[in-house]
């Protein structure tokens, strides 16, 4: 009975063991196999028989089949031979992308006796993929600046192949301008650069045609061509930089659809269109190229397609920052997709300090929080971190407490603000995580002094300006806040020609706008050299300067002016001497003039117009030169007058003019003979006019002589009755002498009605003149009729006609 009762124990013990070892050996036994990718359909991978040491008969009646989950199967067993064949074709490029080694694993069930094997295939790559590049044409905009050494980055090619069938080397066609720098980064990847060799003329060539051939390492090797069209610009010096080489973020698979996770900022040091920077996301192939969208303006990179964590662990995005001419850089960006499990950390913010000032010193404490996970076990343990770039680490405190303090001094004029995110990840299978973001404002202090974009600056204001005019506006940017970034404006004291500088110019202390107190003259002086100081209202305040040249722009504000034939302080004209024998083109004079202005306005012309004799005188128009233009004829008239204008060129003209007397004769006597011979007056008006002159003189002399006449009339009466009444002196002798005209008195009268008479050819300088007479001394006194003589007034009349004869020699 005891026997009895003992076997079923024994038998248990025994079906215990096998299952045990049944166990043990499904966790110890695995089978490996390798084979090629691209092979056909029912190819063999593995003896499945003969690994588990069964026949393959025995292999069928013992239920044997594959258990895989979540995929389709891959391989497939063939009941008579026992073997592992491919259920199709396979594709390791598709099945594992960029992974090395690509390992297939899935399980064999042995269903009689419920026993699993572990399976693994390896399957190997293939040359089956040339390397292709995203874009095959790209064109590339490059500055005739640009110095040798400059590098272009390129669009790097793709391979989907691995290890010895990947990408290996690029190559650049020979040219006399461009040479290829290939770098291996640090994920291994080779990255062709452009390097500028010689320097570059767009006049000479303005586009460059490139090839780039990039080829893998396979056998045989398989290449992909790129044709670069570079673009030679003129001006563009600088390409935009990112502010990292690489950027990498974390993301939750179960991210929505366009959730922002990342911002590329690029910066270019140029200015206007050369600065405009636009980013540009690079075509890499596979499936998963469009997860991502990257807005071209603002450098912002959206989720455009859910991610898979067991699909693509990893993203990269390739992005170029592209300015206006046409000049790029290139950074990546490196995506994690992170897994989730069923309760993510969460973030309890204690305490948070308010604006931080900007010379706060490293390790100063910004805030205190709180992460914790409603999770357990290793699920709840949860790590904090923050991105690299930010000046910012974590220190952990008590229990899960953490300080986010500074790493480095900030700089707000750099960044005025912080948008920080603080990640939380536990240890759970899937892993999760939660970020939490903190927004810190950084206070301002004056640290900077306004600057100005120029280091010089050109004003440019027309003379003859009216007083309180605008000359020109600066503006000081400081890059602080408030107060701090508050600019006044001033003239740096000094004195321009022994007068303080403040007298000519004064600038508006809010605004930086100059205006001029005083009207400007140019031919004073020609530029004005001045310092503009900018002050901020920062404690202590800070400075900076710059130098304004103001530059005075000539106005046609003065006439020429003629030299030559220089005006006569009597009031008449010079004479210019012209033989008859000359010929054609002689040289008669020349007027020469200046002009205080300066450029076009003082540029003079000459141009003749009046003159007696048209078609006789030429002038040069840019000389002055007084020619014949002609031979004299005998009809041609002794003197010509000529009028001769002189004008600038500017805006409006100013002219001058001058009025020449050219004498036509061989020699100055012959000139006189002809002044004498000379009967009729060229001109109608100045004959009249002498007509009446002559007319006039003869009136006078007529009365003249008459009143002579009746004065010696009356003397000779007088003297003849003196000798009649001798006899009787005694009865005249109480008569006074002077009570008589003598010789006396009519010299009196001739000096008192002097007149003087000036006769030359040319009527206009005639001229007459008639004192007011003086009848004063008409009678004078017997003892001057003693002393003179009544002969000496003919001989005054004489020397009158001496004077007039002098004073017709003077025309000349």
Not at 466 to 493: H, K, M, Q
Not at 578 to 587: E, Q
Not at 784 to 805: I, V, Y
């Amino acid at each position: 009975m005891a026997t009895l009762q003992k076997l079923p124990q024994c038998r248990m013990l025994v079906l215990l063991c096998a299952l045990w070892a049944a166990f043990w050996e499904a966790r110890a036994g695995q089978i490996r196999y390798s084979v090629p990718e691209e092979i056909d359909k029912g190819s063999f991978v593995g003896s499945i028989a003969k690994d588990l040491g069964l026949e393959p008969q025995a292999l069928a009646e013992r239920g044997v089949r594959i258990v895989s989950r979540g995929r389709s199967q891959l391989f497939a067993l063939n009941p008579r031979s026992g073997s592992l064949v491919t259920a199709g074709r396979i594709d390791r490029e598709e099945l594992c992308a960029q992974s090395a080694p690509c390992l297939v694993n899935f399980n064999l069930l042995l269903e009689d006796k419920l026993t699993i094997y572990s399976v693994e295939v390896e399957v190997t790559d293939v040359n089956d993929n040339a390397p292709r590049f995203g874009v095959e044409e790209p064109e590339l905009k490059i500055s005739e600046t640009t110095t040798p050494g400059f590098r272009i980055p390129l669009k790097n090619a793709h391979d989907a192949d691995v290890g010895e069938n990947t990408l290996k080397k690029y190559e650049l066609n020979s040219n006399d301008h461009f040479s290829l720098d290939v770098r291996t980064g640090a994920d291994g990847n080779k990255y062709p650069e452009l390097v500028l060799e010689r320097a570059l003329d767009r006049e000479e060539e303005a586009v460059h045609h490139l090839v780039l051939v990039a080829s893998d390492g396979g056998n045989p090797v398989r290449s992909g061509t790129c044709r670069i069209r570079v673009k030679v610009l003129d001006a563009n010096d600088n390409a935009p930089v990112f502010t990292q080489p690489e950027y990498r973020v974390s993301v939750p698979e179960n991210m929505p659809i366009g959730t922002q996770i990342l911002t590329v900022t690029a910066t270019d040091p140029d200015e206007g269109y050369n600065a405009q920077v636009t980013y540009f996301q690079e075509q890499a192939p596979g499936e998963n190229a469009d997860a991502f969208e990257l807005k071209s303006t603002s450098g912002e990179i959206t989720i455009t397609k859910s991610l898979d964590y067991e699909k693509a662990k990893f993203h990269e995005i390739d992005i170029e920052a592209q300015d206006g001419p046409g000049l790029l850089t290139r950074t990546k960006v490196l995506v994690t997709v992170l897994d989730v499990n069923d309760n993510a950390p969460e973030f309890d913010m204690t305490s948070a300090t308010a604006p931080v000032p900007e010379d706060s010193p490293p390790g100063t404490v910004i805030a205190l929080f709180n992460v914790h996970d409603r999770d357990s076990g290793q699920n709840a343990a949860v790590t904090c971190s923050l991105p690299e770039m930010l000046p910012f680490k974590l220190e952990r405190s008590v229990d899960t407490y953490y300080r986010l303090v500074t790493t480095r001094a900030l700089d707000r004029e750099q960044s005025s603000f912080y948008n920080i995110t603080l990640s939380a990840k536990d240890k759970g299978n899937p892993s999760l995580s939660t970020d939490a973001h903190l927004f810190l404002q950084v206070a301002d202090i004056n640290d900077n002094p306004p600057s100005f974009p120029r280091r010089s600056y050109s004003a440019y204001l027309p003379e003859n300006n009216p007083r309180g005019t605008s000359i020109f506006s600066v503006l000081a940017y400081d890059p602080d806040s408030n107060e701090n970034a508050r600019v006044t404006y001033s003239l740096a004291d000094d004195t321009f020609q022994g007068a303080p500088l403040s007298s000519y110019v004064s600038i508006n202390s809010d605004t930086g706008v100059l205006y001029a107190l005083r009207s400007f003259d140019y031919e004073q002086f020609q530029d004005l050299q001045l310092w503009v100081m900018a002050v901020d209202s920062g404690n202590p305040p800070l400075s900076s300067n710059v130098s304004l040249s103001l530059f005075l722009v000539d106005q046609n504000d003065n006439m020429p002016e003629i030299l030559y034939p220089a005006l006569p302080t009597d009031g008449s004209t010079g004479v210019e001497l012209a033989p008859r024998s000359a010929d054609p083109g002689y040289l008669v004079t020349k007027v020469v003039a200046v002009d205080k202005d300066s450029g076009q306005n003082a540029w003079l012309s000459y141009r003749l117009l009046k003159a007696s004799e048209p078609g006789l005188f030429l002038v040069g128009l840019h000389t002055g030169e007084v020619r014949t233009a002609r031979a004299f004829l005998d009809r041609d008239a002794l003197k010509q007058n000529l009028v001769v204008s002189v004008q600038d060129h500017g805006q409006p003209p100013l002219s001058a003019t001058v009025t020449l007397t050219i004498a036509v004769a061989d020699s100055i006597p012959e000139v006189l003979a002809d002044l004498g011979s000379i009967r009729t007056p060229a001109n109608s008006d100045d004959s009249e006019l002498t007509l009446y002159l002559v007319v006039a003189v003869a009136v006078v002399s007529c009365v003249f002589l008459a009143f002579v006449i009746v004065l010696l009339a009356l003397r000779l009466r007088r003297w003849h009755m003196s000798r009649m009444l001798q006899a009787s002196r005694d009865g005249l002798g109480g008569i006074p002498a002077s009570h008589f005209v003598g010789v006396d008195g009519v010299r009196a009268f001739l000096q008192t009605y002097s007149h003087e008479v000036s006769l030359t050819a040319d009527s206009g300088k005639s001229h007459i003149i008639f004192p007011q007479p003086n009848y004063a001394d008409t009678l004078i006194s017997q003892e001057s009729c003693e002393k003179n003589d009544f002969l000496s007034a003919p001989q005054s009349l004489l020397d009158d006609k001496r004077e007039e004869t002098a004073q017709v020699n003077n025309f000349f």
